[in-house]
């Protein structure tokens, strides 16, 4: 028989379980997690954010479109968002690890223009600062040089990038040098971006999927450069069906093919470009030619091909296999053409070539639901060769030839893992590894004749370069997050090794659901550099790794900042920074990257600089006005013991202030007008401050020596460049094609903008009869050399 007690008892274990189970139930957890895709391509989008409504907690996806995220057992509504996509959102009961691809619909393809963002990808909610990322429908909406695209320069709009010059693809950046920047194509470093001697980059825009730079508060797993990261995305191909689609120029045309090669599982996108400057030009050549002895023909081009394959093994593994390779040519034939029987008949070849080549193997691995993986196998190379070659043929004699090679460049083999793992919402740690094998051929000259062969210059350098890393984007409560992370660096070369720890943090604080305060710190360490004469990147520049000589150029970096979301529609962001560069690299006075009687290591020094300001960036990005107001005021110098009396002195790129507009305007379907105007102070020079005439003192017969006085270096400032850029596109859409006329004016009100300054000898008549003998005197003067004038271009683009 049961007692009363007994019964109670029973009753209060009952209760006991029952609480047991409810908790744990409650405390039970399951991970959601896939890739997020667009619905129409398959490509993957980068930086894509997952929200949960319920639980008011997010995420992002990865470079390759995987996010994770582990929640409690329960209901969730899980809101994907994508700048120019339209949310997608999934309401459903959690209560298993779920795998759940989401493709997301373009807003183009709706009849509702405007997007809302929403969750952690508000710039409010990131950790990370100072980034920038544009989609590539506005790069290709933006006004372009000769109707060309180019994803760099749209980057030079943005506050804190500077342009090298006058329709230059240079990039500096917070008042680092072209050197400084990292940038990658799939993984795999380019070490020459430029096209035309720097007037267009090596980046096809119908060929990339996207585009970021970061130029300040740098995560962990990057590193290798002190000033930035340029990470740019190829295309996958479209896994459903072909596509293609190209453009027709002033300069260039291109074609883009894609398509899948097995359906949902491989994938292939080949894109190719080429000018036809000299295929146009040389009949007329030819025809100027006609009635000389000589024949000369000038002649340039440049060609890019990239190409990617991604195969689908498993829902867990994916492989890439991407390439690409692009060869600028400028040369000068001449031949000569004497109808005498006894004529010696010549032909000359000079001229200057250089490109890069790169590949990339990739695998994806999801080791779990939380831990995601990728291993990278990578090749690049640049080379630069500047080439003169002659043959000679007399009557009933072989033929002779002799030849001269200047050489250089560097290669690079390298193998990287990284990591992804996602515990929980709180936590998101990276980490991984990577090792690059360099060789250097800092230039060497060539020699052919009859005799013999010969070589002589610099002697190839063979170095490695390891790195580990380790960081985690921590979320303290609702309001704080913060990045930790750690990049440890080393290079060998020459039996010595350096070894650099790079500590990197950062923060941000939800003052309101709409505004946030940051604050970054981060440390890098650079162990190649890059020599140059030039203010253009021009292909004659020089890598050369850090040796017993030169040292690893290091940067420290400090930045605070405002972001603040407005209505979903609007962002704003203010940063102030400070950033210490030591052992940066200047040429010695009077030294030459084509001087071989020195090595090149005996010809450099090394100092340190230092760059600070502020940066203003107002955008809109979604309805059918977008675009985007930057401004930047900053200072930057350089100072080195034997420059300047070691005086500090303004880096050539100090430009106090720099604003930017930008602005894409739809029209409905079928017209699209966009117009940027870009304004910076005067670049920094160093001029002659008098010219003095002496007798030359071991020849006094001959004419006298002009000597010319300098003064502070980069003392004088160029007149402020401004510009402004237009463009119109006329858009007709059918069932199988889409097609546009976009027609486009550079530089729309003709603005001489300096690109160098000369002096001009200026001669001066006076009849007084107290003027010198001949009544003439030599004055002289600074004359401004300007570059583009307004510059109209016509393109016509086509898809499938």
């Not at 605070?560 to 950033?579: C, D, I, M, P």
Request: hydrophobic share 35%; net charge positive.
């Amino acid at each position: 028989m049961v007692t009363l007690r007994q019964l109670t008892m029973h009753r209060f274990c009952m209760i006991l379980l029952l609480i047991h189970a409810a908790s744990s139930l409650y405390a039970q957890k399951y991970t959601v997690s896939g890739y997020i895709r667009d619905s129409l391509t398959t490509e993957n989008l980068i930086g894509a954010t997952l929200y949960n409504r319920s639980g008011k907690v997010g995420t992002s996806s990865n470079q390759y479109g995987f996010y994770s995220i582990t929640l409690p057992r329960g209901q969730v509504e899980l809101a994907y968002s994508y700048v120019g996509y339209a949310t997608h959102v999934r309401s459903f009961m959690l209560d298993r690890d779920t795998v759940l691809d989401v493709s997301m619909q373009s807003s183009l393809l709706l009849e509702e223009v405007v997007v809302t963002a929403v969750g952690s990808g508000r710039i409010q909610d990131r950790t990370q600062m100072s980034a920038i990322s544009v989609p590539m429908a506005q790069v290709k909406a933006i006004p372009s040089f000769l109707g060309e695209v180019d994803v760099l320069k749209v980057l030079q709009l943005m506050p804190g990038i500077q342009s090298g010059g006058e329709g230059s693809s240079g990039l500096y950046v917070r008042g680092g040098g072209p050197d400084q920047n990292l940038i990658l194509l799939d993984g795999v470093p380019v070490y020459n971006a430029s096209h035309l001697f720097g007037f267009f980059s090596v980046f096809n825009a119908d060929a990339i999927n996207s585009i970021e730079l970061l130029k300040g508060g740098f995560p962990a797993r990057h590193g290798g450069r002190v000033s930035s990261v340029i990470d740019v995305s190829m295309k996958e191909g479209n896994l459903q069906q072909f596509h293609s689609e190209g453009s027709i120029g002033l300069v260039a045309s291109k074609l883009t093919i894609e398509g899948p090669i097995i359906k949902d599982r491989t994938s292939f996108i080949v894109s190719g470009r080429r000018t036809y400057i000299d295929l146009l030009a040389r009949p007329f050549i030819k025809a100027a030619n006609s009635n000389s002895d000589t024949e000369v023909i000038p002649g340039y081009y440049f060609y890019d091909l990239t190409a990617k394959v991604n195969h689908r093994i498993s829902s867990k593994d994916r492989i890439y296999l991407s390439a690409y390779m692009g060869d600028d040519k400028f040369s000068v034939d001449s031949e000569s053409r004497d109808d005498y029987e006894y004529a010696t008949h010549t032909k000359n070849e000079a001229g200057l070539k250089w490109g890069n080549l790169t590949g990339a193997f990739r695998w994806n691995h999801v080791f779990t639901n939380q831990l995601f993986g990728n291993t990278t196998l990578t090749y690049s190379r640049y080379r630069m060769n500047i080439f003169a070659k002659f043959w000679a043929t007399d009557p009933g004699e072989p033929e002779r030839y002799y030849g001269m090679d200047y050489l250089s460049g560097i290669e690079d083999w390298s193998a990287r893992v990284a990591f992804d793992y996602l515990p929980s919402p709180n936590h998101y740690i990276r980490f991984g590894g990577s090792m690059i094998y360099h060789i250097f051929n800092p230039g060497s000259i060539g020699v052919t004749t009859e005799v013999m062969p010969l070589d002589f210059g610099g002697r190839k350098i063979y170095t490695r370069e390891y790195s580990l890393y380790v960081e985690d984007d921590i979320r303290l409560g609702d309001r704080l997050k913060t990045n930790v992370g750690l990049h440890l660096s080393a290079f060998e070369v020459r039996g010595k090794l350096y070894a650099v720890p790079q500590p990197r943090i950062a923060a941000r604080y939800l003052l309101t659901d709409d505004l946030s305060a940051k604050a970054s710190y981060s440390s890098m360490a650079q162990y190649i550099h890059l020599l140059t004469n030039s203010n253009l990147g021009m292909p004659t520049d020089l890598w050369v790794p850090t040796t017993n000589l030169l040292h690893p150029q290091q940067s420290h970096q400090v930045a605070v900042g405002l972001a603040h979301n407005f209505r979903e529609t609007y962002e704003l962001s203010l940063e102030g920074y400070y950033k210490a560069m030591s052992n940066v690299l200047e040429y010695k006075e009077g030294a030459s990257v084509f001087d071989v009687h020195y090595q090149w290591e005996d010809k450099m020094l090394q100092g340190e600089g230092r760059s600070y300001g502020v940066e203003l960036f107002a955008q809109k990005k979604t309805g059918s006005l977008t675009g985007w107001i930057g401004y930047t005021l900053s200072w930057s110098d350089r100072r080195f013991d034997a420059l300047n009396l070691g005086r500090r002195f303004s880096y050539k790129y100090d430009r106090r202030h720099d604003v930017s507009v930008v602005a894409v305007q739809r029209l409905g379907k079928r017209v699209e007008l966009s117009g940027t105007w870009v304004f910076g102070s005067g670049s920094c020079i160093t001029v002659p401050t008098g010219i003095f005439h002496t007798n030359n003192p071991f020849n006094p017969n001959t004419p006298q020596l002009q000597v010319q006085d300098y003064g502070e270096r980069n003392g004088y400032r160029m007149a402020p460049y401004h510009r402004l850029d237009v463009s119109i596109s006329l858009i007709k859409k059918k069932r199988l094609y889409e097609r546009r006329w976009i027609l486009g004016a550079y530089n729309a009100y003709n603005r001489k903008n300096p690109y160098y300054i000369d002096i001009e000898e200026v001669i001066r008549y006076d009849d007084s009869p107290y003027a010198p003998t001949g009544g003439a005197t030599k004055q002289y003067r600074y004359k401004q050399i300007s570059l583009f004038p307004i510059i109209p271009s016509v393109t016509y683009q086509f898809k499938f």
